[in-house]
């Protein structure tokens, strides 16, 4: 597989340069990290949470989890985890589990962790377990105009 249509087809639209970064076939954003030879801190791995109101996208650094207590109350909903079904059905162009940061491109609310933003490059799976995507910061920002930046993520070493 390759970049997801509707990721390639957002970062021509918003003029955003990027380069892709393949690498050997892995399962989780933290294993593309290190399969490409990237910090994981670099890399921004993206998880989908849901509730009555509807779904929103965390946006966080690859070596750190969501602290779910901590965001709920930061939003203040009561979100969980949304299930795989639902991440399919929501992604179709991507590999279950590759799923790319850019939630407004799928027309998701996107929340970021602040950890990320500490970092120069990001990197962000392309929406295949073989390719990370490669953008500068101010690009990484242009392309999540309307998200909200919280701090909620710890480490998850």
Known sequence: MAIAATVEKYLK?????????????????IRSATAAHVSPHRVAKAVLLEDEQGYVMAVLPADRHVHLGTLRRELGRRLGLATEQEIANLFR????????PLGEAYGLTVVVDDELMGE??????????????????????RLLPHARYARFSTSAY
């Open 13 to 29: 639209e918003q003029h955003v340069p990027y380069d892709v970064l393949p690498h050997m076939r892995t399962g989780s954003s």
């Open 93 to 100: 162009d991507c590999d279950v589990g590759a799923i790319p």
């Open 120 to 141: 120069s490059d990001i990197y962000f799976e392309a929406g295949d377990h073989e390719e990370l995507i490669h953008v500068r910061r101010e690009d990484f920002l």
